[in-house]
């Protein structure tokens, strides 16, 4: 049951909804759980007891490692520094070292379950796989996948990784663990909530989210604006995009910059609209959760593209992945060792290696077992290198032209160049394996053929022109949001200043325009969510 | 900071959802209407059926027929309406689920007063989810009630040509190609074995008896003679099917010769699906059994206010004569 289908938002959203508002306060919590691992059922059935296990398991973990934690003194690092210094062993700190020992292997140990059942039920098939292709002859068992196992394990990850920091205190209210990881909204596609975005709400430490008349329409009207994307943009798409990367001719020449772009747009509509439809949700039963996107297509760099898409994903891999490994002991030596030897410059470009080898490859296999998805994550590594390696030549080139850097011209300039970066990137995410990503690549200027965007050849892959007037406005009227957003023009709150009839009259529209133009019923078929396969 | 709960809000949030209800009824009629209107559009494939059905004079239709591909390639209204003078409607689609079949049944009743549904079996066989079968049980039952979902595509017409369609003869369409079927020697094999029927399509078939009872519709089954899809073991589990109920059961596939099958000349698709050729001659079997069963249903052939039917009749007779022939090598 998506998030996009008639029974959850027909049925079992306003149901929850009503259940939840019709509810004691102080039981809130527990219904909220037990609604989530209902819905988690109707997706996935019995493979409930994977979530359910998770959280039971980090839950006592976290309260474990929590309990070992506070034993060990804040400034134990200190200690150990000045016992170093002395050269002389301190008999006071051996039960300290003991209990570190046992803190750290605690973590390690969760962190190593968590990730080991991520590896073993979707991973497996890969890397038998890659074993075959390298001589062996294994055949690896077929494990049903449950939904969100991706988006939970990181949530679970996450949380055990701050108990360990002693950023957060161990989470005594079992609901709230549970709720952290199994939030219903979440379930299919994120967002990737941390402790300090949700749990606080669900465990009543600050009150819950205030709902006004005002904010359940403004809710469920972003549920009705992520369906105009999803309904009315991505799900045509799909058809087009099918066409182009799994027929039975790959594409060659302007067909391919149509498919990257097309593909691009696709999943920006969908995960977004999905987004929208999942905040809405939350909002509905009073919980804030993180917004995963920012006006990705205005970003002028890779770098800042990622942190306007899956913006949840990217700040869990820099505070997971990027900070520990870019503050570790090797990442540190390392850098002296290379700035003593080739300079600051080097020393930089060393330890941003180091630290965003494993965030990408991380990024790359987190999507899915395969080999594209890794090579789609080097593609980022490679980029946001090379952004550090020419800042020197860049700072240089605009000191010599006089070039405005922050004019207007050059911003536009940077946008443009950087919406190539992602539609190539997408290009490569999308393609049916690597092999034919590599050959779309290559057959890009291959008999390019640019009369084909305007011979007909548009109307060939699966849509009609009617389709491609409502993509092409639907995507305008999705930029005009997402530039108006970006100038710091809330149309939501331009809204709640208008007169009801106005308001009224904007909110029906957005339904219509959802019933009317959606690709649904005949000639149409329901599309899976995409994120919900990563 | 105001409560969700309070008059004022909810006074409001009920009348949003009248106003939004009464648009969506609104801009379904107009749809309905354009969609009617626009015959050949685009919009209707899948949905003409409803579009005609709810076309349909109040209370002229006295058999609805029901079933997926098998009922709607073979069963001709105009030929049912020559042999024995009752009005028909094939309320059928091709790949017709038991979950879209009973919402369509119960929209048919609203506005027709049949005396006999004709319920084609084939489609008892496909498998239903429980949950999948209830949620498409409920998104059918909205569409039929808000055409607007339906027939939101409306719009498309207006950018995109309109590709030509076959025409319908009271919804039935004229189907000309022969492909026999390649072996008999299994076909209706003496067998005491069954072949199951899914517990949701049990419960889906058990709600349809008790809304034909809850109508005064006498429901009677049908399997159409076609090889590919029917056996012995089909056959065993419908006639007890039908003796639990108490129904009437025809199984064609155990009279071909009665009902004069040539599988030779009235097979559309190796013994799938009925061409025009065996259409016409099950139709007209079919429609003589149904007047045996049903002694009371009626022969409007004298009455002037059926006379649309009779004129069409002629019609049709004469725009497939040289078709039938072709097909029968006559």
């Known amino acids: ?534 | 900071m105001k409560n969700i709960f309070n008059k004022r809000a909810f006074f409001r949030t009920v009348l949003f959802l009248v106003i939004l209800v009464a648009l969506l009824q609104i801009v379904s009629q107009i749809m309905v209407r354009l969609s009617d209107e626009e015959g050949k559009h685009n919009v209707r494939m899948r949905n003409y059926i409803y579009t005609d059905l709810i076309g349909q004079e109040k209370d002229t239709i006295d058999v609805i027929v029901t079933g997926d591909s098998e009922a709607v390639a073979d069963w001709t209204p105009l030929r049912a309406w020559e042999q024995q003078g009752f009005t028909s409607f094939p309320a059928a689609m091709p790949a017709f689920w038991m979950t879209e079949m009973l919402p369509m049944v119960r929209l048919s009743f609203r506005t027709q007063k049949p005396k006999v549904l004709l319920f084609e079996t084939n489609m008892l066989f496909s498998y239903t989810d429980p949950i999948k079968g209830t949620v498409k049980i409920a998104q059918s039952e909205i569409r039929n009630r808000l055409m607007i979902f339906r027939f939101h595509n409306i719009w498309k017409h207006v950018i995109s040509p309109l590709p030509e369609q076959d025409s319908l003869w009271k919804s039935f369409r004229v189907r000309t190609e022969v492909v026999p079927p390649k072996n008999l020697n299994k076909y209706m094999k003496p067998s005491s074995e069954k072949r199951k029927i899914c517990p949701m399509n049990l419960l889906i078939f058990d709600q349809l008896v008790k809304l034909c009872r809850k109508n005064g519709v006498q429901l009677v089954l049908y399997s159409t003679a076609a090889p590919k899809n029917y056996g012995m073991r089909k056959h065993n589990t419908l006639t007890e099917l039908a003796e639990r109920y108490g129904l009437t059961y025809i199984d064609l596939n155990t009279q071909v010769d009665q009902v004069g099958i040539n599988w030779q000349t009235d097979s559309l698709d190796m013994g799938d699906h009925m061409n025009l050729s065996g259409a016409q001659k099950v139709t007209a079997y079919l429609a003589d059994r149904l007047k045996e069963a049903v002694p009371d249903l009626p022969d409007h052939r004298a009455d002037e206010k059926y006379s649309d039917w009779s004129e069409q009749a002629e019609a049709y007779d004469a725009a497939i004569a040289d078709d039938l022939k072709e097909i029968r090598g006559e």
């Open chain 1, 1 to 534: 049951m998506g998030y996009n289908e008639i029974p959850y938002l027909l049925v079992f959203l306003p149901l929850t909804v009503l259940l939840y508002s019709i509810c004691p306060k102080k039981l809130r919590k527990v219904l909220l759980t037990f609604i989530s691992w209902g819905y988690f059922i109707l997706c996935s059935r019995y493979l409930i007891v994977y979530l359910i296990g998770t959280t039971v398991f980090i839950y006592c973990m976290g309260i474990r490692i929590g309990k070992v934690g506070e034993g060990i003194p804040e400034n134990y690092e200190i200690l150990l520094k000045k016992e170093k210094k002395s050269g002389v062993k301190d008999p006071a700190l051996t039960p300290l070292r003991k209990r570190k020992a046992l803190h750290h292997a605690l973590m390690l140990i969760t962190v190593i379950i968590l990730f080991g059942i991520l590896l073993v039920l979707k991973y497996t098939g890969f890397f038998a796989s890659l074993l075959n292709r390298a001589g062996a002859s294994l055949t690896a068992p077929k494990f049903l996948v449950p939904v969100g196992l991706s988006f939970y394990t990181l949530e679970a990850v996450g949380y055990i990784l701050e108990v360990y920091w002693k950023r957060i205190p161990a989470e005594r209210d079992f609901f709230g663990i549970a709720l952290l990881i199994g939030f219903f909204p979440q379930t299919m596609e994120g967002p990737i909530a941390r402790y300090g975005d949700t749990a606080k709400q669900f465990t009543g430490e600050t009150k819950l989210f205030e709902r006004t008349a005002e904010d359940m329409a403004s809710a469920i009207m972003r549920i009705f604006w992520g369906m105009f994307k999803k309904i009315v943009i991505a799900d045509r798409l799909n058809t087009v995009v099918a066409n182009l990367y799994d027929g039975s001719e790959l594409p060659h020449g302007v067909m391919i910059i149509v498919a990257a772009v097309c593909y691009t747009v696709q999943l920006y509509m969908e995960f977004s609209g999905m987004m929208d439809v999942v905040i809405g949700s939350a909002r509905l039963v009073g919980i804030k959760l993180p917004e995963n996107f920012r006006q990705p297509f205005f970003s002028q760099t890779a770098s800042e593209f990622w942190r306007r898409w899956h913006i949840t994903l990217g700040a869990w891999l820099k505070d997971y992945v990027f900070y520990p490994i870019a503050a570790s002991r090797f990442s540190k030596d390392l850098g002296k060792k290379v700035r003593k030897k080739s300079g600051r410059y080097a020393a930089k470009l060393a330890t941003s290696a180091v630290a965003l080898t494993p965030v990408w490859l991380f990024n790359g296999l987190w999507h899915g077992p395969q080999l594209n998805y890794i090579f789609y994550g080097i593609y980022y590594l490679v980029l946001l290198l090379l952004e550090q390696v020419i800042d020197p030549a860049r700072d240089a080139f605009y000191a010599k032209t006089g070039i405005n850097r922050k004019g207007k011209g050059a911003a536009l300039f940077r946008i443009l160049r950087t919406w190539v970066i992602i539609f190539s990137g997408e290009l490569l995410f999308r393609a049916n394996g690597l092999k034919a990503g590599i050959h779309m690549f290559l057959n890009l200027f291959h008999d390019f053929g640019i009369s084909r965007l305007w011979d007909g050849s548009l109307l060939t892959l699966g849509i009609d022109g009617a389709d491609w007037f409502a993509i092409v406005m639907g995507t305008v009227v999705v930029f005009l949001y997402d530039l108006m957003t970006e100038r710091g023009f809330s149309i939501r709150e331009c809204m709640s200043r208008q007169k009801t009839p106005v308001r009224w009259a904007c909110y029906y529209a957005l339904i219509f325009a959802v019933i009317i133009f959606g690709a649904y019923g005949t000639g149409y078929s329901t599309v899976d969510l995409i994120y919900a396969g990563f």
